[in-house]
């Protein structure tokens, strides 16, 4: 039986590795036809580097890229390809360091930016892919060292 299930298993991962997917324009093919399903890129250490969930051949939910330690660097959105909703970074040790938002490939919404320790650095706004609203920048202590308000311009 043990041997059933590891042979299986290598099968299974045979098969994975084997996926063979290609990037044309944009679209992800598997054998010249839109690939749809989970996509994984490894790094040479046998890390995973990025999970894509891709649809008819373009990115669609959730995206995933790892550091080569296999901690998490960045999770996202796709939606027909494009940047969709919160889209979240971390620093190698884990900590949260960016968050952003996106709509339709474009920055909208607030965005923020932090150091290792927390502190918010850029608080920030935008609509369809323009600056807007106040932003906010403040020193590694947490002091407020500038403000400039996009909202007239």
């Not at 991962?13 to 679209?27: A, H, K, M, P, R």
């Not at 399903?37 to 250490?45: A, F, S, T």
């Not at 150091?115 to 650095?121: D, F, S, W, Y």
């Amino acid at each position: 039986m043990k041997n059933l299930i590891l042979s299986i298993c290598i099968l299974i991962s045979g098969i994975t590795f084997s996926q063979n997917i290609t990037l044309v324009d944009g679209i992800y093919l598997q054998n010249e036809v839109a690939y749809t399903g989970k996509y994984i890129l490894y790094y040479e250490n046998g890390t995973v580097k990025e999970e894509l969930n891709i649809k008819d051949g373009k990115l669609n939910g959730v995206f995933t890229k790892n550091y080569e330690s296999g901690k998490k660097m960045e999770v996202g959105n796709y939606e027909n390809n494009l940047k969709f909703g919160l889209w979240t970074r971390y620093s190698q040790n884990g900590n949260l360091i960016a968050q952003a938002s996106y709509l339709n490939n474009k920055k909208d919404g607030n965005w923020f930016v932090y150091n290792e320790n927390g502190t918010k650095l850029f608080e920030m706004t935008y609509k369809d892919g323009e600056k807007t609203g106040v932003w906010k920048q403040w020193d590694e202590n947490g002091q407020l060292i500038k403000t400039t308000d996009y909202s007239s311009l």
